[in-house]
């Protein structure tokens, strides 16, 4: 079977950090990709990682391990428009297949 | 970045009809595409796989008799709900990755409501 887990709601404050947990036992992987959504909208896109490791992208960053099956996405600086859900999510077979996804977690930005 | 464009972006329906959802990659092709669909409150579901010239692959669950998926061409697929029901009601999001890419790109979504 396929389970991601994530925490299903976390509150910060503006202009702090916020670390967002990611867990994921799948059949397989080949990657793992953190998205935004706001309410009512499409996921956006803003992380993929395939190989161990922190990748930097501005105020976010996303660590992966593989042996550990972890993951986390990391906000910095945060901004009231951050205030959002943010999905993990896991495609377990290279090439062109479908995404798992968690059940994401909210993210409220507070003053 | 590449586009995927859905319509409409919102329909309301009675109960019994039938509604079609479009969604097209505006500036690449693809084999496939997938079709999501989204609970309030919840995660996105794959509800199936779409392939060009080929038959749907539908996850455990969902009816193929009910959520007709045709991908016609290499840039457009499209998700018919057929005898809506109320509890057909939800974000129905599309999404597609061009070759030699490994980013999934998502259209806007379509909400469904059935009433």
């Known amino acids: 079977g396929q389970n991601i887990d994530q925490p299903t709601e976390m509150t910060a404050t503006e202009g702090a950090i916020v670390q967002i947990n990611c867990t994921y036992q799948?059949?397989?992987?080949?990657?793992l990709f953190w998205y935004q959504q706001h309410a009512g909208e499409a996921p956006t896109f803003l992380s993929y990682?395939?190989?161990?490791g922190l990748e930097e992208k501005g105020r976010f960053s996303s660590f992966l391990s593989r042996s550990k099956g972890y993951s986390y996405l990391l906000l910095k600086e945060l901004q009231m428009k951050d205030s959002a859900s943010y999905l993990c999510?896991?495609?377990?077979?290279?090439?062109?297949?479908?995404?798992?996804f968690g059940k994401g977690t909210r993210l409220s930005v507070i003053a | 970045g590449a586009v995927v464009s859905q319509h409409p972006s919102w329909v309301i329906c009675k109960s019994g009809t039938s509604v079609k959802i479009e969604c097209r990659s505006l500036?690449?092709?693809?084999?496939?595409m997938f079709w999501y669909r989204q609970f309030p409150k919840q995660s996105l579901m794959l509800m199936a796989t779409?392939?060009?010239?080929?038959?749907?692959?539908?996850e455990q669950g969902v009816e193929k008799d009910k959520f007709l998926i045709n991908h016609a061409s290499l840039t457009l697929s499209t998700l018919t709900v057929t005898s809506a029901h109320p509890e057909d009601s939800s974000f129905y999001i599309c999404?597609?990755?061009?070759?030699?890419?490994?980013?999934?790109?998502f259209g806007p979504g379509t909400r469904l409501t059935v009433t």
């Open positions: 999404s597609a990755t061009p070759r030699s890419s490994y980013e999934q790109y």
């Open positions: 799948t059949s397989g992987f080949n990657g």
């Open positions: 990682n395939v190989l161990d």
């Open positions: 999510a896991v495609t377990p077979r290279p090439g062109n297949t479908p995404l798992v």
């Open positions: 500036d690449f092709q693809a084999t496939t």
């Open positions: 779409s392939n060009e010239g080929s038959k749907a692959t539908y």
